[in-house]
């Protein structure tokens, strides 16, 4: 059965009506089509992938570049899923000029259907010179990977009465600005919960309890693959990195005990061939 490619206005009545967006992440091409397959509403080519692919120890260190590649190959896995590009560190920081140029490369050299990048009221401005591009945009607030050094690390914000209203500030000024959907990250449920009740636009969350209009989770984390660390918030539905240790250990052992590859994993000469390839033979091997 074909699947039908989801857009904004979709992410819309489904909020009206009550039924849950899902969304994941995703880095390349087989993880994009199992996506598909499964029923995925939206994939995040999330910079996630700094930790989860390239191994670095956190998401600033993710150029444009790296998030074009992935996001191409996410495309090309799953045509008919609304795909997000990821704005990394540094891509929208400088300038709204700067801002539109980079969302541009996404649209234009991966063909996402929209953007996503961190900040409240203070990227309001280049929320609005993106969205006036014509590019849908994502907002995400909360805990902000990219800035967690000036959050004091990776911790969960709006813990306090005046901590959650700066966060509601900025759900505000995010919807303000244009951005089409949100994401709250690592907030309490009740937060969240009142922040899909103050904003009219579809509101996501990670770690943000099950009172929003839907979900988003690192393939890594619930696939059982990226094991560096397991936040609070994982649900884990697979252990793939047990799964593909123990091939992998049991194709060491038949290789070294020479039970791999059998008679059924090689080609043989052709029956008409053999007499004169072990002749031909003889001149090598005497």
């Given at each position: 059965?074909?699947?039908?490619?989801?857009?904004?206005?979709?992410?819309?009545?489904?909020?009206k009506?009550?039924?849950?967006?899902?969304?994941?992440?995703?880095?390349?091409?087989?993880?994009?089509?199992?996506?598909q397959t499964?029923?995925?509403?939206?994939i995040?080519?999330?910079?996630?992938?700094?930790?989860v692919?390239?191994?670095?120890?956190g998401?600033?260190?993710?150029?444009?570049?790296?998030c074009?590649i992935?996001?191409?190959?996410?495309?090309?896995g799953?045509?008919?899923?609304?795909?997000?590009?990821?704005m990394?560190?540094?891509?929208?920081?400088?300038?709204?000029?700067?801002?539109?140029?980079?969302?541009?490369?996404?649209?234009?050299?991966?063909?996402?259907?929209?953007?996503?990048?961190e900040?409240?009221?203070?990227?309001?401005?280049?929320?609005r010179a993106?969205s006036?591009?014509?590019i849908?945009?994502i907002?995400?607030?909360?805990?902000?990977?990219?800035?967690?050094?000036?959050?004091?690390?990776?911790?969960a914000?709006g813990?306090?009465a005046?901590?959650?209203?700066?966060?509601?500030?900025?759900?505000?000024?995010?919807?303000?600005?244009?951005?089409?959907?949100l994401?709250?990250?690592?907030?309490?449920?009740?937060?969240?919960?009142?922040?899909?009740?103050?904003?009219?636009?579809?509101?996501?969350?990670?770690?943000?309890?099950?009172?929003?209009?839907?979900?988003v989770?690192?393939c890594g984390?619930?696939?059982?693959?990226?094991?560096?660390?397991?936040?609070?918030?994982?649900?884990?539905?697979?252990?793939?990195?047990?799964?593909?240790?123990?091939?992998?250990?049991e194709?060491?052992?038949?290789?070294?005990g020479?039970?791999?590859?059998?008679?059924e994993?090689?080609?043989s000469?052709?029956?008409?061939?053999?007499?004169?390839?072990?002749?031909?033979?003889?001149?090598?091997?005497?």
């Amino acid at each position: 059965m074909a699947v039908k490619k989801l857009a904004i206005s979709d992410f819309y009545e489904m909020k009206k009506e009550g039924r849950k967006i899902t969304w994941i992440t995703a880095y390349d091409y087989p993880i994009a089509s199992f996506a598909q397959t499964s029923g995925m509403d939206m994939i995040l080519v999330g910079d996630s992938l700094g930790m989860v692919v390239y191994g670095y120890n956190g998401t600033v260190s993710v150029t444009m570049d790296e998030c074009i590649i992935h996001s191409k190959a996410v495309r090309r896995g799953a045509p008919d899923v609304f795909v997000v590009g990821d704005m990394p560190f540094g891509s929208y920081h400088i300038s709204d000029g700067d801002a539109v140029a980079n969302a541009v490369r996404f649209v234009k050299e991966a063909n996402v259907d929209a953007i996503k990048l961190e900040g409240g009221e203070r990227v309001a401005t280049r929320i609005r010179a993106i969205s006036d591009a014509g590019i849908l945009v994502i907002g995400h607030i909360g805990l902000t990977p990219q800035s967690s050094a000036a959050l004091g690390g990776f911790k969960a914000q709006g813990r306090t009465a005046e901590s959650a209203e700066a966060v509601i500030a900025d759900a505000i000024a995010v919807e303000k600005a244009g951005a089409r959907l949100l994401l709250v990250e690592a907030i309490p449920p009740e937060l969240a919960a009142a922040i899909t009740k103050i904003v009219k636009i579809p509101v996501l969350g990670i770690g943000a309890g099950v009172d929003i209009d839907g979900q988003v989770m690192i393939c890594g984390d619930i696939l059982g693959y990226f094991q560096a660390f397991t936040p609070k918030f994982v649900k884990k539905y697979a252990n793939v990195a047990e799964v593909i240790i123990n091939a992998m250990k049991e194709y060491v052992a038949d290789v070294r005990g020479a039970k791999f590859p059998g008679p059924e994993h090689t080609y043989s000469i052709l029956p008409e061939e053999s007499g004169r390839f072990n002749e031909m033979l003889k001149k090598y091997i005497k």
